[in-house]
């Protein structure tokens, strides 16, 4: 945000929703106030294209009545993560709990 001259006012973290299966969806809700357009474009190419995984979902411009080249500019970032595979974690093991039972007796 810095590189493109963009400060980010408010950020604010949904909780973690799931997406399928396999994947974690992660929202944030971003502010940004004062804003041309030119550094705003740049901000969210650069974070889409970024090594990460991240997309805007939401996006609301308002010009500023003050600053008629400034904008406030209202997003939400979304990401995914691939959850761990837990395939073994699923059934419980049958063994374990007869082995537990014969050390008691």
């Given at each position: 945000?810095h ?17 399928g ?9 971003l ?37 008629a ?20 974690k ?16």
């Open positions: 945000a590189e493109e001259q963009v400060q980010i006012d408010e950020s604010t973290e949904r909780p973690t929703t799931p997406a299966r396999r994947y974690a969806q992660h929202d944030v809700d502010k940004v106030r004062q804003v041309d357009l030119q550094s705003l474009s740049k901000f969210l190419r650069r974070v889409e294209t970024g090594p990460r995984l991240i997309m805007f979902t939401h996006l609301s411009i308002k010009r500023r009545y003050s600053e080249d400034k904008m406030d500019v209202e997003l939400t970032a979304t990401a995914f993560e691939r959850l761990k595979d837990d395939k073994g699923k059934k419980p093991d049958g063994k374990a709990t007869d082995n537990v039972d014969r050390k008691d007796k």
